[in-house]
């Protein structure tokens, strides 16, 4: 079992970063896949970053450049950091871990919201 809490959100102006943190626990962190999703109001869930437990990440397209994910196993955290924030990043961003051991296990943080405004 994994718990998840997210923190980091806030209410920033265009342009402006941010930089959500994850913290884990209750299992073995260095072994999950981390990952960073978004959902906007009214809109479904959508990946925006992902870093494995071997340090392989992927960015979706919209936020390349802007955005880096990170991860420190010593603290159980994984990071995001967003810079060159748009009004279309304004959405509830959640934490995600995943790992197969015969079966996927895959745990969600409660989300933390990520306002673009000016």
């Known amino acids: 079992q994994v718990q998840l809490v997210e923190s980091g959100g806030g209410l920033v102006q265009p342009g402006g970063s941010l930089r959500l943190s994850c913290t884990a626990s209750g299992s073995i962190f260095r072994l999950y896949t981390m990952a960073w999703y978004r959902q906007a109001l009214g809109q479904q869930r959508d990946l925006v970053a992902t870093i494995t437990n071997d340090g392989t990440i992927h960015y979706t397209e919209s936020v390349k450049g802007r955005f880096t994910i990170s991860r420190d196993n010593a603290k159980n955290t994984v990071y995001l950091q967003m810079n060159s924030l748009k009004p279309d990043d304004t959405a509830v961003y959640f934490c995600?871990?995943?790992?197969?051991?015969?079966?996927?296990?895959?745990?969600w943080g409660q989300g933390t919201q990520v306002t673009v405004s000016s």
């Open positions: 995600n871990a995943e790992r197969i051991a015969g079966i996927t296990l895959k745990y």
